[in-house]
């Protein structure tokens, strides 16, 4: 479970060093975009290294590895071999790229007898958002990631503050993520010098569903580990509606405040405690 | 045949490979006063590792740690290999 | 013989016993200087050397308002060394990166001591490379005063960059073309040195408010200018978006906060750096959503402190030096803007210091040790790098002094088993703040129980070294050469720590 998620360029020694530092619920170590071909090896030797020899690691580290059909993918994937990666970031998630990848890992996984690894897809092109139905249930997904400014320039439309343009990805993760008991989470907000629209961007994107977003600096962390932990309102209704449950066995429905609670109502409220209680802030 | 991998920004290193008739390492780093036996022992572990001799090594470092120094001279090899 | 902070001091010298030892003694004062003759005024450097005929041997002072920008210091380092001054003691309140005509003077036997609180830049390193003939006393802010008024620091004449003079001899630092603000560590040198001159570069008629007395004032020098300035920003203006750093400030606020620090009446000092700007940013947030007024922030003053007063978020600044161009306007206008002395400010033997009224302080260092000494003097090689200022004076004084600083500073761990040269003594440190960490002084069993069971993971300082020698390895022990260059003088005037020469091979 996550609210934060940070990207770290896989080739830069300075935030590496500190990424547990930082107070991100997860770490995704990139390989992709940030990125330049003539460095992409050298950016690999550098994670590897760092994983398999730093005494101090993040919580939840992903990797952000390249395209499944680049030359890169197969390179990239043998850091699974740290045993120090908690899920793979799969750009370009589509139905064809979902059952490649399973394909691909399955032989991977069975040749270097390794457990199953967890993926998130990154839903970054208008088929991606379209074919999600067909993908989505693949057992191996943990979370749907969108990625709003891959999908802008595959829609060749402009991204813009009010993110209107990402409505509808944006509901569809959401959604296809419920049905599928996945983590939705929100693509980064770009402009690190506006925590203003950070906040707005953030608050907006929680109120469609989203669980967690992705940030691309540090600073903008707390802001989204506030807006997508439970607030103390939230947090002491919750711990309400559980007393007078617990008080009351058998029962399953009953009021509070002048509202019916019912089972969904209860579980809603389990959550906030659960989450509550992994995020700390309990 | 040389390779190159890394930078000089902080807490990085910039690391030269290239064939030699012997192997010599040279380690120009701003926290050498403190740390030259260690980059010294991790540049050689890395060597014997990779079996290589008969290289010149020239590290440039600005305070990286152990693993960046390796994983530097582990590109800057591939490097000098590919480099024909 | 090893003194109360475990540090090995020459016999002949008085060794530092605690940071309390000075309330077992009385204060010392030499009688404030008088004199009857009317101020002189005069128009070039060569006049006063003639006038007050400075010779070999003599004690010079000055203090460092002026900072980066000063030309003060240089002007009299030039008449020195065309009359081919020998054995000059040199005793400047601080020594900045632009004194570099200090440098021959102290190479050719010219300048042979020097008493300042912090110096770095070309003189620092000179000095570190051990060509100071004589020895370097590094005081701090409140025993340099206490040095003066006891007469262990006499001076023979004391140079006082003043932005303004009338023609009584009266100056102020607020206005005038190299206006500075707050003159709060020359007025120990006024009143107790031997002969006074001033130096400006603005006369005017008569002055309603001074902050120096021209009854102190022998001579008045009048030259161009006194200095620029612009070199007197120290620091940095801009809140650190370093996100260690604040993530460090962050903590500290919320510890200040948790500790009950941050309340109605609370005082509190920081430095001018990034991260304690950042510091000083999260406890305004918190003084305003609490609706919490301050007594008084003290220290050098920066915008962010004026941002504060003009607030109304304290109800004083007590400013001993102008940190910036703002904190200079805010002294010249705003009443409840109020000078302070060095004296005034730390001097143990004053009755009630402003240093001794601070709630809290928040402080930096180059390296610390397990006995939470603190080193904010020498680098990790001996290289003179700056000094206490009044950090040795604060850190005593206040409830609570706070450290914050990462734990790594370029694969260099700032913990050490053992700090290269002790500036404050652990006794008077009392919290870590690091980016993986805090540590509480032993010491301190208050503050630790009080944080018992807070949200914050507390570290014992021995645990956070480990950790970073984990992520650094371990650095080679560095030994210095054995030539004694100087010492450390705590605020009392004992012994804290010897400098010595630095190594060939680890010149800056």
């Known amino acids: 479970m996550f609210r934060s998620l940070l990207f770290i360029p896989g080739n830069n020694p300075s935030m590496l060093q500190n990424a547990d530092v930082f107070s991100a619920d997860a770490i995704i170590f990139d390989l992709e975009d940030a990125i330049s071909i003539s460095e992409k090896n050298n950016a690999r030797n550098l994670v590897r290294n760092y994983l398999i020899n730093s005494s101090v690691l993040p919580k939840q580290i992903i990797l952000r590895v390249n395209a499944i059909d680049s030359e890169w993918f197969y390179k990239d994937i043998e850091l699974l071999k740290t045993n120090k990666i908690d899920y793979l970031l799969i750009p370009k998630m589509d139905k064809l790229t979902s059952d490649k990848l399973t394909v691909l890992l399955s032989e991977y996984e069975a040749k270097n007898n390794m457990p199953e690894t967890k993926v998130i897809a990154l839903v970054e092109t208008a088929r991606g958002v379209e074919e999600l139905p067909l993908y989505a249930e693949n057992k191996r997904l943990i979370g749907l990631f969108i990625g709003a400014e891959d999908l802008a320039n595959d829609l060749e439309i402009k991204r813009t503050e009010s993110s209107e343009e990402i409505f509808y990805a944006r509901s569809r993760i959401v959604y296809q993520s419920v049905i599928n008991h996945l983590i939705p989470i929100d693509t980064p907000y770009t402009n690190i010098n506006n925590p203003e629209g950070l906040l707005r961007d953030s608050t907006y994107a929680m109120s469609l569903g989203m669980k967690a977003k992705a940030s691309i600096h540090p600073n903008q962390l707390d802001t989204i580990n506030k807006v997508f932990s439970p607030s103390p309102e939230e947090i002491k209704w919750a711990q309400e509606i559980i007393k007078i449950n617990l008080s009351k066995p058998g029962h399953g429905v009953f009021q509070y405040q002048g509202k019916m609670i019912d089972k969904p109502i209860i579980n809603r409220a389990e959550k906030i405690i659960e989450k509550a209680k992994i995020f700390e802030i309990l | 045949m040389k390779g190159i991998a890394g930078s000089k920004e902080s807490n990085d290193c910039l690391i030269s490979v290239e064939t030699n008739d012997k192997t010599t390492i040279e380690i120009n780093s701003i926290v050498g006063a403190f740390f030259y036996n260690q980059i010294l022992k991790t540049i050689e572990d890395t060597l014997t590792e990779q079996g290589l001799k008969n290289v010149k090594v020239v590290v440039v470092d600005k305070g990286a740690l152990d693993y960046t120094i390796k994983s530097r001279l582990l590109t800057a090899i591939e490097r000098m290999k590919e480099d024909v | ?508």
């Not at chain 3, 032993?442 to 507390?458: G, N, Q």
């Not at chain 3, 050469?481 to 020469?501: A, F, M, P, Q, S």
């Open chain 3, 1 to 508: 013989m090893i003194n109360g902070v475990k540090r090995f001091i020459p016999d002949n010298l008085k060794p530092f016993v605690s940071s309390d030892e000075h309330l077992n003694r009385i204060r010392k004062t030499v009688s404030k200087k008088s004199k009857t003759d009317e101020t002189v005024f005069l128009h070039n450097i060569d006049e006063v050397f003639n006038a007050l005929n400075i010779t070999s041997g003599m004690t010079l002072s000055f203090h460092h308002h002026l900072r980066n920008g000063d030309k003060v210091i240089q002007l009299v380092a030039k008449e020195i060394e065309k009359r081919d001054l020998k054995n000059i003691h040199l005793a400047p309140s601080s020594i900045f990166p632009s004194y570099t005509n200090l440098v021959d003077l102290i190479k050719n036997g010219n300048v042979t001591d020097i008493h300042t609180n912090y110096l770095n830049g070309p003189v620092a390193d000179t000095i570190s490379q051990g060509y100071l003939q004589g020895k370097l006393i590094m005081n701090t802010h409140g025993g340099r005063s206490r040095a003066i008024e006891s007469g262990d620091l006499a001076i023979d004449v004391a140079f006082i960059a003043c932005p303004v003079v009338d023609q009584f001899g009266n100056g102020h630092g607020a206005i005038g073309k190299s206006a500075c603000g707050t003159l709060g560590y020359a007025i120990s040198d006024l009143e107790y040195a031997k002969k006074v001159v001033l130096v400006t570069d603005t006369l005017v008629d008569t002055l309603v408010a001074h902050q120096i007395d021209g009854r102190y004032v022998d001579y008045v020098l009048v030259i161009d200018s006194i200095g620029d300035r612009g070199g007197i920003v120290s620091g940095t203006t801009e809140v650190s978006k370093d996100p260690i750093g604040l993530k460090i400030a962050k903590d500290c606020a919320n510890l200040l906060n948790y500790l009950g620090l941050i309340k109605d009446g609370f005082s509190m000092q920081t430095g001018a750096g990034k991260t304690s700007l950042a510091v000083v940013k999260f406890v305004e947030d918190i003084m305003i959503k609490n609706g919490i007024i301050g007594s008084f922030a003290s220290g050098g003053i920066t915008k962010a402190y004026v941002d504060m007063l003009e607030k109304d978020l304290f109800k004083n600044l007590y400013d001993v030096q102008c940190f910036d161009l703002e904190a200079v306007t805010s002294f010249a206008k705003n009443k409840n803007h109020l000078a302070m002395s060095a004296s005034e400010y730390g001097n143990p033997f004053e009755d009630n210091p402003i240093c001794n009224q601070l709630d809290f302080v928040i402080l930096g260092a180059t390296e610390i040790d397990l006995d939470f000494n603190v080193n904010v003097t020498t680098d990790s090689l001996g290289n003179l790098i700056g000094g206490s200022g009044g950090h040795a004076d604060i850190a005593y004084g206040s409830k609570v002094s706070i450290i914050i600083s990462p734990l790594i500073k370029s694969r260099i761990p700032i913990i050490k088993e053992r700090v290269m040269t002790v500036t404050t003594p652990g006794s008077d440190i009392d919290i870590l703040i690091t980016e993986r960490g805090i540590a509480v002084n032993p010491l301190r069993k208050d503050l630790l129980k009080k944080l018992e069971d807070s949200p914050f993971t507390l570290y014992k300082i021995e645990e956070l070294l480990s950790i970073t020698h984990n992520i650094t390895g371990v650095p080679r022990h560095i030994e210095t050469d054995e030539k004694i260059i100087g010492y450390v003088e705590y605020r009392d005037g004992t012994y804290l720590d010897v400098l010595r020469k630095v190594k060939d091979e680890y010149f800056r």
